[in-house]
């Protein structure tokens, strides 16, 4: 069977907000309505769904709507500002630390209890303490990445994937990519996500090794490896950096 496609943006009003929903018919029995984390919204709807239908049920779910966005926009925009402030909250590995700084004649970072602990003779000087704060995150990332990495890699080896090239860095957009050329990068912010978001993404990218296309090949190696990795995927989306 062959049908028309056509893809459309509704506009709609609830309180003093506005939204826009892109509305896209495909083949499916129900209508689903998506609020992702940048704030899109998405209703996916059966072909030959008329539009009136679905602007009545997107009306009735408005409330639903408005509360989603006020979840998400809790973390917008990604990522926040950080001041480098005593008493400011900082994340590694999914759990959220206290940052405190101290002056003293040493430099150092350190995890202690719930404190991220900045050692420093000038706690003023804001720019020295974000650079102490980014070296110890990349430092830490190089070293836990690597070491999940290594745990499913032979998986993939065994699978015939080449042995990939692996780089680690800060992105802003993403959490990692994998080339055709077999390199993987990964974002040393991950370290901030919990382990099983981390262990998400590396899989994730290990798969393109074989698959390089989000094709179902793809996606039943990854439920393969990790057979929950859509919560892990949700949670890593509500990750703040
Ligand atoms: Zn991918």
Not at 72 to 80: A, H, I, T, W
Not at 102 to 109: E, I, L, P
Not at 178 to 186: A, R
Request: proline share 5%; with cysteine.
């Amino acid at each position: 069977m062959k049908w028309t496609v056509k893809n459309e943006k509704v506009e709609m009003n609830f309180g003093r907000r506005r939204f826009s929903v892109k509305i896209v018919w495909n083949e499916r029995k129900r209508l689903s309505i998506t609020v992702h984390p940048d704030l899109r919204i998405t209703a996916k709807a059966p072909a030959g769904y008329e539009l009136k239908v679905i602007r009545e049920r997107l009306e009735k779910r408005a409330a639903w709507i408005a509360r989603q966005l006020d979840y998400f926009e809790r973390f917008q925009p990604l990522p926040p500002e950080r001041k480098f402030v005593s008493g400011e909250t900082h994340y590694y590995l999914g759990r959220q630390y206290r940052l405190r700084i101290r002056s003293s004649d040493m430099t150092r970072v350190r995890l202690r209890g719930r404190f991220f602990e900045v050692e420093v003779p000038d706690p003023d000087k804001r720019e020295k303490v974000r650079a102490l704060m980014l070296d110890w995150y990349s430092a830490h990332a190089r070293n836990l990445l690597a070491r999940r990495l290594a745990e499913y890699l032979p998986a993939f080896v065994k699978k015939g994937a080449p042995e990939p090239e692996v780089r680690c860095r800060r992105m802003k957009k993403r959490w990692g990519s994998c080339s055709g050329k077999g390199v993987i990068m990964l974002n040393s912010e991950l370290v901030k996500a919990p382990i099983h978001c981390i262990d998400y993404v590396i899989v994730h990218e290990l798969c393109h090794l074989i698959y390089p296309n989000h094709d179902r090949n793809f996606y039943r190696l990854l439920g393969r490896i990790l057979p929950d990795w859509e919560r892990r995927k949700e949670r890593l989306e509500k990750v703040v950096i």
